[in-house]
């Protein structure tokens, strides 16, 4: 079984960094496809940032490009989310989400079988 740990988050103001750390466990990370969603209050889950097993691609929703970083350190089962140049509007719940796969990745949250408990990024103006 598959098992998922976010850790990093924390309160910033406009314009500061945090990096997210997932810790898995359960299954080789390079067979999984790694992903990270986030959830505003009130509003959908929804996909921000996702890596392949291999690691060779990667896919951003598009108010995330140029200032998210989704990485993997395949030795250590650590996967980041790199984030900069903060917004208010990036004030969520951000969890880290697996399914098995190497070479592809995918945007819905149905898609992925294993989900982390979630960590909370606030950004303040």
């Known amino acids: 079984q598959v098992q998922l740990v976010e850790s990093g988050g924390g309160s910033v103001q406009a314009g500061g960094s945090l990096r997210l750390s997932c810790s898995t466990s359960?299954?080789?990370?390079?067979?999984?496809?790694m992903a990270w969603f986030r959830q505003a209050l009130g509003k959908e889950r929804e996909f921000v940032a996702g890596?392949?097993?291999?690691?060779?691609?990667?896919r951003y929703v598009d108010s995330v490009k140029g200032r998210f970083t989704i990485s993997r350190d395949n030795a250590n089962d650590t996967v980041y989310l790199e984030m900069n140049t903060l917004k208010p509007e990036d004030t969520a719940i951000y969890y880290c989400a697996a399914r098995p796969g190497r070479d592809s990745i995918w945007a819905s949250r149905s898609d992925y079988t294993s989900w982390g408990q979630g960590t909370q990024v606030t950004v303040s103006a």
């Open positions: 359960g299954r080789p990370l390079s067979t999984m496809t």
């Open positions: 890596i392949s097993g291999s690691g060779f691609i990667k």
